[in-house]
């Protein structure tokens, strides 16, 4: 089992900046990735960004590449999502993730921690 806690949601303006993190515990050692998805009130969950522990590749969504940036350290078991010149449609729910080596699932799931961007 791994647990995941994000942290560092909270309010800000639109134009402003959050830096999430993820803390991970348990079986973190057979994680191959850890990533970020984010669901709006009555909207699906979607991705944001993800990184690939071996070898350090990160992936994030088009709309997003350029205003928000995932990290992480292996180390500490931890994941980042810097996020820059937020806007009020980043208003969601954001949840970190992790998958497991040879799966192509996300497993693991955090409860979330809400970002709110007012206009």
């Known amino acids: 089992q791994v647990q995941l806690v994000e942290s560092g949601g909270g309010l800000v303006q639109a134009g402003g900046s959050l830096r999430l993190s993820c803390a991970a515990s348990?079986?973190?050692?057979?994680?191959?990735?850890m990533g970020w998805f984010r669901q709006a009130p009555g909207k699906e969950r979607e991705f944001v960004a993800s990184?690939?522990?071996?070898?350090?590749?990160?992936y994030s969504t088009d709309s997003m590449k350029g205003r928000f940036t995932i990290s992480g350290d292996n180390a500490k078991n931890a994941v980042y999502l810097q996020m820059n010149s937020l806007k009020p449609e980043d208003t969601a729910v954001y949840y970190c993730?992790?998958?497991?080596?040879?799966?192509?699932?996300?497993?693991?799931w955090g409860q979330g921690t809400q970002v709110t961007v007012s206009s």
């Open positions: 993730a992790d998958a497991r080596m040879g799966s192509a699932v996300w497993s693991y």
């Open positions: 348990g079986r973190t050692f057979s994680s191959s990735r």
């Open positions: 990184i690939i522990w071996s070898g350090g590749s990160t």
